[in-house]
């Protein structure tokens, strides 16, 4: 097990650069990625994003949620600075929060390719309702969920 050579690395562009403008939206942003280190493990990965903000479609009016991504990698994992760049550039983007959800997954399993891959989307209360949408990777029987916190007492 050892670190990425440079060869492996190579097409990931914005890691190690001090690049501070955002993709304008989905479509012009990109989700890097770099090798699995460890192919031949059976883990999870857990990225956690508290700050998504995003548009009505209907009113134009911003929308906040905490995203959840859980995946677990098969070949390749998601470069976390450029998974920043993709979700920041939902900001000005206009659409429904289970679009939203369900084009987090399709990206991530595009770019990736993980075994299994779960995008939780908690939205913030719009008109007294709190929408919570879930999607999963490859179908919804999937034994991938996400885990419990454990109750410590110390």
């Known amino acids: 097990m050892s670190d990425p050579t440079p060869d492996q690395t190579a097409s ?3 890691l ?8 304008a939206s989905p479509d012009e942003a990109r989700l890097e990625t770099f090798p699995n280190r460890t192919p031949g493990r059976h883990y999870t990965i857990h990225l956690s994003a508290p700050d998504f903000a995003s548009l009505c479609p209907v009113t134009g009016q911003p929308d906040s949620a905490h995203i959840e991504i ?12 450029s998974l920043k760049f993709y979700l920041a550039s939902y900001r000005n983007h206009a659409s429904f929060n289970e679009s939203i959800v ?18 939780r989307g908690r939205f913030a209360p719009r008109g007294g309702i709190q929408l919570t949408c879930e999607a999963r990777h490859p179908h919804l029987d999937s034994p991938l969920d996400w885990p419990t916190p454990s109750l410590s007492t110390h």
Not at 16 to 23: M, Y
Request: charged content about 25%.
């Open 70 to 81: 859980l995946y677990i990698p098969d070949t390749l994992c998601v470069e976390t600075k």
């Open 16 to 23: 190690g650069r001090s690049e501070h403008r955002l993709p």
């Open 102 to 119: 369900n084009r987090i997954l399709d990206d991530l399993v595009t770019a990736a390719a993980p075994r299994q891959a779960l995008v």
């Open 12 to 14: 990931l562009n914005l």
